[in-house]
């Protein structure tokens, strides 16, 4: 069966081109032109995958992200979006996609992007290659924690994860700092994930990119640092260790200093 996705976008030329675009590539597309309608479709008829411009007319592609998110739909979400900024980006994050293209964007980009957040969806592993989670991502060997590798700063098991002070249900995508619950989005959750699993190590751009997005968007990017900044901000706590590290000019580690 093809993988549905629906379109909300209020440019009749933007929204017609990526209808055209998204039929070709496989995908059944319901394309609509404003977010009541986004909406009424979403409940209606629930999508593999939402693609929601920011910028519409009455209810944005803003509020239809924290509506769904409200209501429970953890659907993946990719946004389309004009506004370049940081803060606007973080915006977006906020209320619940899990990633965006800024435009003008090139519709190989949103097709990765797309494929990106399905595999990471998919209850199979997403190339049917040992080794590959069923969210898409590569699995990391489990170090005994009396190892004396980097990776002894964790500890695992078939269904928690546990580092530098945090604890991570797989199962029920649920992570805590201490006792404090986290409120993470489904990207923020895997990349956490990933962070957690090498705790201690330290991990390159390109990896991290393979890893969670299944395709490095290059050098001038600013995809990764905006998703580390904002998972920074809903784990750092006033007077606490911080726990995710810059490595300038290589990537990011996880480690409690």
């Not at 940081?86 to 435009?103: E, H, S």
């Not at 990471?120 to 489990?142: I, K, M, Y």
């Not at 700063?153 to 945090?166: C, E, M, N, P, V």
């Amino acid at each position: 069966m093809p993988q549905t996705v629906l379109l909300a976008e209020d440019d009749r030329a933007i929204r017609h081109a990526l209808e055209r675009a998204l039929t070709l590539e496989g995908y059944q597309v319901t394309a609509v032109a404003d977010g009541v309608e986004a909406l009424a479709q979403a409940h209606r008829t629930p999508p593999d995958v939402l693609l929601l411009d920011v910028m519409m007319p009455g209810i944005d592609g803003l509020q239809v992200c924290r509506v769904l998110r409200a209501e429970g739909d953890r659907t993946p979400i990719l946004m389309l979006t004009a506004l370049v900024e940081t803060a606007d980006r973080i915006a977006g994050l906020d209320a619940g996609a899990d990633d965006y293209v800024v435009k003008p964007f090139d519709v190989e980009e949103v097709f990765a992007r797309l494929r990106a957040l399905l595999r990471r969806t998919s209850p199979v592993p997403a190339n049917g290659v040992p080794g590959t989670s069923a969210d898409g991502l590569r699995e990391t060997p489990q170090t005994s924690p009396s190892s004396s590798s980097p990776s002894s700063l964790s500890a695992f098991s078939d269904k928690q994860i546990a580092a530098a002070g945090l604890r991570m249900d797989l199962q029920a995508r649920r992570v805590w700092r201490d006792e404090r619950e986290l409120e993470l989005t489904r990207t923020e959750f895997e990349l956490l994930e990933l962070l957690v699993r090498n705790a201690g190590i330290v991990l390159d751009h390109s990896t991290i990119y393979d890893r969670i997005w299944g395709y490095d968007f290059g050098p001038g990017s600013k995809n990764l640092a905006v998703y580390v900044g904002y998972l920074r901000r809903k784990l750092d706590e006033p007077g606490a260790p911080q726990l995710i590290h810059t490595v300038r000019g290589v990537g990011y580690v996880l480690r409690e200093d």
